[in-house]
């Protein structure tokens, strides 16, 4: 089993800027990639970006591709995975989850294994 727990969300205004954290624990993840997603109220969970833990390939939905990043902390013992966005607009209001998948890097919802609780983003124009 692998816990994910997101952290940073909050209400920020349009064209501010948010640092979202993803904490793992649990079993052994070194080789699980990990991803972020997103629903909005009435929506379908969105894919946003996702990284390989070995190696740090990325990749991104067309719609957050240039503002928002996902990275990875370097210390092999502070198991985290960030997701920076910038020119944050109403449009980004959602829950944003952290997904972790042992298989190969993909945008499909059903491809992740473990999912954390999510942390609301709200952007007010």
């Known amino acids: 089993q692998v816990q994910l727990v997101e952290s940073g969300g909050g209400s920020v205004q349009a064209g501010d800027s948010l640092r979202l954290s993803c904490a793992a624990s649990?079993?052994?993840?070194?080789?699980?990639?990990m991803g972020w997603f997103r629903q909005a109220p009435g929506k379908e969970r969105e894919f946003l970006a996702t990284?390989?833990?070995?190696?740090?390939?990325?990749?991104?939905a067309d719609s957050v591709k240039g503002r928002f990043t996902i990275s990875r902390a370097n210390d092999s013992a502070n198991n985290t995975v960030y997701l920076q966005m910038t020119e944050l607009t109403s449009a980004d209001t959602a829950v944003y989850y952290c997904?972790?998948?042992?298989?190969?890097?993909?945008?499909?919802?059903?491809?992740?294994?473990?999912w954390g609780q999510g942390t609301q983003v709200t952007v007010s124009s």
């Open positions: 997904a972790a998948t042992a298989g190969l890097a993909s945008a499909l919802v059903r491809s992740y294994d473990y």
């Open positions: 649990g079993r052994t993840y070194t080789s699980y990639t």
């Open positions: 990284i390989a833990w070995r190696g740090g390939t990325t990749y991104y």
